[in-house]
């Protein structure tokens, strides 16, 4: 039997419920979820808030409550808000940049309800809470989110992240929790100067194009995994085993966690979500996926690789 593959709930269950609500977490526990992401940025007054984007724009009323809080750019930054402030605020589904349409319209409807903002700490307790309770482990995923941009704003945010999640036992290599970044030389810094122990993964868009073996070796020295776009992982209508980025990966000693799988966005030439989880998963030989829609991904892995036992 293969190794089991991880389900990363991306933003919680954000299929279903608004992108890092607490109740889309409690939802991706509770569909099964092996790890829940968090993205972190930081307020005006130093709190680390679970929240995606540096500005507060495609997913907040925070336009309509703050009107004149925008920079020069027209944006409104998280950065530029206490977080007494950002509490008034609600989070609901994602639009599309500068339009009032949602970026997904078959999912959970704007007029639906809105959600609070949420602190890291807050979070943290919350899935640790849930694990007491339901007797799992089910493990915590954050990304510093622009950590150059956010010294440069006053505030390491990667030195407060480390902090926490020491406060909170996330403290060595076998703890619950993946911490992710698209800048290299941040989890570097982490790892040679901060002397951080936890598992750190690169994050690699789209633009990375392919990675040569010795880089995917120097990767390696300062991460214990990856985490490609899928598009990285496109085939172009050749046999998925002409992509070797997994392969070469694994050759490094670094795991593979492709992000993000949806079942409302498939790929070219995906006609279901079971067989883009399939290549993925089986046929590439993933080592676990991002996505918004955990029950499926569970389920596919229990399917074809068998069941957790908690």
């Not at 889309?24 to 092996?34: E, I, N, R, S």
């Not at 690169?202 to 390696?220: E, K």
Request: net charge negative.
């Amino acid at each position: 039997m293969p190794n089991r593959p991880i389900v990363i709930a991306h933003r919680g269950a954000s299929g279903y419920l608004p992108e890092h609500t607490l109740v889309a977490k409690a939802l991706a526990v509770g569909m099964g979820a092996d790890y829940i992401e968090q993205d972190v940025v930081a307020t005006r007054d130093g709190e680390l808030i679970v929240f995606h984007d540096l500005t507060l724009d495609a997913t907040t009323d925070v336009r309509a409550r703050f009107p004149g809080r925008a920079r020069r750019d027209g944006h409104f930054y998280c950065r530029d808000f206490s977080l007494e402030e950002l509490r008034t605020l609600g989070i609901s589904e994602r639009r599309e940049a500068g339009a009032p349409t949602l970026r997904y319209p078959g999912r959970f409807p704007a007029e639906a309800g809105r959600f609070p903002i949420v602190t890291l700490d807050e979070e943290i307790r919350f899935i640790q809470g849930l694990n007491r309770s339901t007797g799992r482990v089910v493990g915590i995923y954050p990304e510093i989110k622009d950590p150059a941009w956010h010294r440069d704003e006053g505030i390491d945010v990667g030195e407060r992240l480390l902090t926490l999640l020491e406060r909170y036992g996330y403290d060595g290599p076998q703890s619950p929790v993946f911490v992710q970044c698209f800048d290299p030389a941040e989890l570097r810094r982490l790892r040679h100067e901060h002397g951080s122990r936890l598992r750190q993964v690169l994050l690699l868009d789209s633009r990375a194009g392919a990675l040569a073996p010795q880089q995917l070796q120097a990767i390696a020295t300062y991460a214990e995994a990856i985490g490609p776009s899928l598009r990285l992982l496109e085939t172009h209508g050749t046999p998925p085993e002409n992509n070797t980025l997994v392969r070469d990966a694994h050759a490094a000693g670094l795991q593979v966690h492709p992000y993000t799988l949806r079942r409302d966005e498939l790929p070219a030439g995906i006609g279901e979500f079971d067989e883009l989880l399939d290549l993925v998963l089986r046929r590439l030989g993933a080592d676990g996926v991002f996505t918004d829609f955990p029950d499926l991904a569970v389920a596919f892995v229990a399917s074809r690789f068998g069941r957790q036992l908690d």
